[in-house]
């Protein structure tokens, strides 16, 4: 245990090191110089609050994806939004581009029935993807190449709007203008900054993660596009990919058995779809072997505060070890905390980069949009990021405030759309 928690803290200078090495590559990314951030220039400048009308959004990132509708108030307000989930199987997440974005069109169709909305004068969408898109235009991009488990064929290196269109025009559908395409982490900082105009850094810490933030245009040395309103531009950096971490050989382990090898380091030490498998795997090392762990299941023990942990070994029991010793039980309590405490203040280092980067002296106060799983649902996540950040800031920590933005994925996306559709 004493080895663990050596091997997963991160302490004060570790946090500042991480800082740095996160500034000089976003330095880089921003400069075409290569480096392990993309810093994908978005085409999407911040909202004035102004925006108005209703529209329909696509939200697409995880294996859930929701369709919504959106009124846009005009005044920094938006109405309850109308929304149907739905769930992708396997067989859609790797099958044939046709099968994926068919049973998208699908789903839409159900979506527009279902609200009866009218199919004889043009809607505009939001295309939310949450994966690395080059982005050509505001509503064009090209995919890079997938994570989180995706795999469709036919996909990457191809522009997923005119993907989405062939298969809305398979369909039947004719009406739907898809006039915006956002990674979530931009739909999720544009609907907070909708409403809290100091809000400058969109989050996701669910099953991937990720974090934009607007950039000054003349800071974009690789942008040779033309000048904007704002003088900014929204930038997806896709931090998920960034790889200057010191890492265990629990992480190369992971790393080495999944389906993309060397890339989306961060990601694997911080998002949902990770974080279980470290502690599966550091479990396995102690001679434990539950039949699966997922990081809800973290989330679930660390959230246990009886006194013989009696829901953790309910749980256990159910993950096929039915009798645990509440010295085992207190053991894999401990490496699960050690193991989300390390996502936590890895988070919390690299939002304070961006932070220093557009207030070098935090002379202002932040609002930081962040949505996801983990972030939302773990018990001691938030709190621990903040207290990172104490740890980094002192007390301008208290300027930076750390507020879930519930769906803002979808919601910022119908604002961008709205945006886009008066251009
Ligand atoms: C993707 C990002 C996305 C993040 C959160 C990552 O795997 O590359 O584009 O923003 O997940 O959903």
């Not at 993807?129 to 090209?142: D, K, N, V, W």
């Not at 996540?381 to 990172?388: D, G």
């Amino acid at each position: 245990m004493k080895r663990l928690e050596k091997e997963f803290a991160v302490s004060r200078t570790a946090m500042k090191k991480i800082m740095e090495a996160f500034c000089s590559e976003m330095e880089k990314g921003l400069a075409g110089k290569g480096g392990s951030l993309k810093m994908i220039p978005t085409y999407v400048e911040m909202p004035t609050g102004k925006e108005r009308g209703r529209y329909i959004a696509l939200d697409l990132g995880g294996t859930n994806f929701r369709v919504l509708e959106l009124a846009l108030k005009g005044d920094h307000k938006v109405g309850r939004p109308n929304i149907m989930k739905f769930a992708l199987e396997k067989k859609h997440m790797s099958g044939s581009a046709e099968l994926f974005f068919g049973f998208i069109a699908d789903c839409v169709k159900d979506f527009l029935k279902r609200y009866k909305l009218p199919d004889d004068r043009p809607l505009d969408l939001g295309f939310t993807f949450s994966f690395p898109i080059r982005q050509t235009g505001i509503a064009s991009g090209i995919l890079m190449c997938w994570t989180k488990g995706f795999a469709a064929r036919g996909v990457v290196g191809s522009d997923v709007v005119k993907l989405m269109n062939k298969a809305l025009a398979r369909k039947g559908i004719k009406n739907i203008n898809i006039s915006a395409l956002v990674n979530d982490t931009v739909g999720t900082l544009v609907a907070k900054c909708y409403e809290k105009p100091d809000c400058d850094v969109g989050v996701i810490i669910g099953t991937g993660s990720n974090a934009c933030y607007p950039e000054k245009l003349s800071g974009i040395k690789k942008w040779h596009g033309p000048g904007n309103r704002s003088g900014q531009m929204v930038i997806n950096i896709e931090w998920g990919n960034f790889n200057k971490l010191a890492v265990t050989s629990y992480d190369r382990q992971l790393d080495r058995n999944s389906n993309n090898p060397g890339e989306q380091i961060l990601e694997k030490m911080v998002s949902g779809m990770y974080l279980g498998q470290i502690a599966g795997l550091v479990l396995k090392d102690m001679g434990i072997e539950p039949d699966s762990f997922e990081t809800m299941h973290m989330s679930e023990i660390e959230d246990d505060a009886t006194k013989d942990l009696r829901k953790t070994r309910a749980l256990l029991a159910k993950l096929g070890l039915p009798k645990t010793s509440i010295k085992e039980r207190r053991l894999i309590r401990k490496v699960c905390g050690i193991i989300s405490a390390r996502a936590a203040r890895i988070s919390a280092s690299c939002i304070a980069a961006i932070l220093t980067r557009i207030d070098p002296d935090i002379s202002g106060t932040h609002t930081i949009a962040i949505d996801g799983s983990v972030f939302e649902k773990h018990p001691t996540f938030a709190n621990a990021m903040k207290e990172a950040l104490k740890d980094i800031f002192a007390r301008k920590a208290g300027r930076i405030k750390l507020a879930l933005a519930k769906d803002g994925s979808g919601k910022g996306a119908a604002i961008v759309a709205a945006v886009a559709a008066k251009r």
